[in-house]
């Protein structure tokens, strides 16, 4: 029986070993996003490659989206696995309510170099903040931070740190040990966590409007975490329920999602640029 025991007590440190020591592999997918599959122009949009330069030194690619006459510009922050050129439908979904958006690629995504890590997502985040105020001269109040899952907390700490006009989650969840316990709940994975990624904490510091979007059916990040987020936020706020699992519960799929998506933004960077 102890010989049983030694066994499993073996095979249960082995496995906790494997997640504190792979974590980037379990949270970063940048292999399955390296090759770009289409451009904006090839759904009818013009479009500027851009790269941008982070302060540690990495350079990014991107690309910048303008829209005649825009009602503001979006930052879109994209989740953990594909690259921007899987993400054109948002892009024409912005393009068609006014925005303009710069959309880009994490390190290690895509054509962007080095190698992604949770600190290095903020610094890529903020470069392209810097590339939009400094270099384009659009007034914070004018930036809407938009953020797909992993993405919702980039933009998130983003957020907790500029004044953008608005923030959009899309299936976002409250952080990476949250996530992690609901997948492993045998495991102690808050003490294995070295990467937090921690959505909810950073919500309670950001003042500008918030817009959570979410659905019951998501089957990676539970709606609850949704609710977690919506609580967290400062007003003004609001809550969009989605439909569809994690990868296809898209705002872009529905028109009444896009409605509620483009009354919200209108209303609120409209007022954040009058204050």
């Avoid at 979904?93 to 303009?100: C, E, T």
């Avoid at 997502?121 to 914070?140: K, N």
């Avoid at 999602?257 to 009058?274: M, N, P, Q, S, Y």
């Amino acid at each position: 029986m102890w010989h049983v025991l030694g066994i499993l007590a073996a095979a249960y440190g082995g496995l906790a070993l494997a997640l504190y020591s792979f974590q980037s592999q379990l949270v970063f997918y940048p292999g399955t996003g390296r090759e770009m599959t289409a451009t904006p122009a090839q759904v009818g949009l013009p479009y500027e490659d851009i790269h941008l330069k982070t302060s540690d030194g990495i350079s990014l690619h991107g690309w910048y989206v303008p829209a005649a006459q825009p009602r503001g510009t979006v930052l879109f922050l994209h989740g953990n696995a594909g690259n921007i050129s899987h993400r054109l439908d948002s892009v024409r979904m912005f393009h068609r309510l006014g925005y303009s958006t710069l959309i880009f690629d994490y390190r290690g995504y895509g054509n962007s170099g080095g190698t992604p890590t949770e600190q290095g997502t903020y610094l890529d985040a903020e470069a392209a903040w810097r590339h939009l105020a400094e270099q384009r001269h659009i007034p914070s109040c004018r930036i809407v931070l938009f953020g797909e899952s992993m993405g919702g907390a980039v933009a998130a700490q983003l957020a907790a740190h500029q004044k953008p006009g608005a923030l959009v989650i899309a299936s976002g969840f409250t952080s990476v040990p949250d996530l992690a316990h609901h997948i492993y709940p045998y495991l102690p994975v808050r003490w294995l966590a070295r990467i937090h990624y921690d959505t909810r904490e950073y919500l309670r510091t950001v003042t500008a409007p918030v817009l959570i979007a979410h659905s019951p059916e998501d089957e990676i990040v539970p709606f609850e975490h949704g609710h977690a987020l919506f609580a967290a936020a400062n007003p003004p706020k609001q809550f969009l329920e989605l439909a569809g699992g994690h990868n296809d519960g898209f705002i872009f799929m529905r028109e009444s999602w896009i409605k509620v998506l483009g009354d919200f933004l209108g209303e609120r960077i409209d007022a954040a640029c009058i204050q």
